[in-house]
C-alpha cells in the first residue's frame, strides 16, 4: 500500500496467446533512489492462478525507479503451455532458433513518486510482450 512517503507496485500476466492469465511466473521487485543510484533487490513473488502478484515487498521510502524482472522462459517451457501450444499449432520455438523461449526473461523499469500506487500488467506470448501503467 502507498502512503505519503512511498509508492506502491501490483502487477498481473495475461497470457495472449492463450486468452488466460500465466500463473506460477516468478516476479522480483528491485528499486532504487535516482537514476544514478544502485538497483536494491527487495524481493519476490510468483503469479497465482489469476496470473496476479499480490504479496510483493512493499518499497523503502526515497524509492524513484522500480524494476519488475519476471521469469518467463521456465513459464513458456512447462508442461501446460507445451500441451496448450500443441492444441494451437503455435509453438514457442518455431523459427526462434533457440530451445528455449524467445525472450526468456522480461525486465520493465518506470518511475515512481510517493503516494502513487502503480499497477503495471504484462501482455505476453511467445515473441511478444507489451505493458502499461494500469489501475
Known amino acids: 500500500m502507498s502512503t505519503d512517503t512511498t509508492a506502491s507496485v501490483s502487477t498481473h500476466i495475461l497470457d495472449t496467446s492463450r486468452g488466460r492469465p500465466a500463473g506460477g511466473v516468478a516476479v522480483t521487485l528491485a528499486a532504487r533512489a535516482g537514476s544514478g543510484a544502485e538497483w536494491v533487490a527487495l524481493g519476490g513473488s510468483a503469479t497465482d492462478a489469476d496470473g496476479r502478484c499480490k504479496d510483493l515487498p512493499a518499497l523503502p521510502e526515497g524509492t524513484t525507479h ?31 532458433g533457440t530451445t528455449g523461449a524467445f525472450f526468456p526473461e522480461v525486465a520493465i523499469t518506470f518511475a515512481v513518486v510517493p503516494g502513487e500506487h502503480y499497477h503495471v500488467p504484462l501482455l505476453l506470448n511467445p515473441f511478444g510482450y507489451s505493458v502499461y501503467r494500469g489501475s
Open 66 to 96: 522500480v524494476r519488475l524482472d519476471f521469469e518467463t522462459e521456465a513459464y513458456f517451457l512447462s508442461k501446460q503451455n507445451k500441451q496448450a501450444e500443441a492444441q494451437q499449432d503455435a509453438p514457442a520455438n518455431r523459427d526462434s
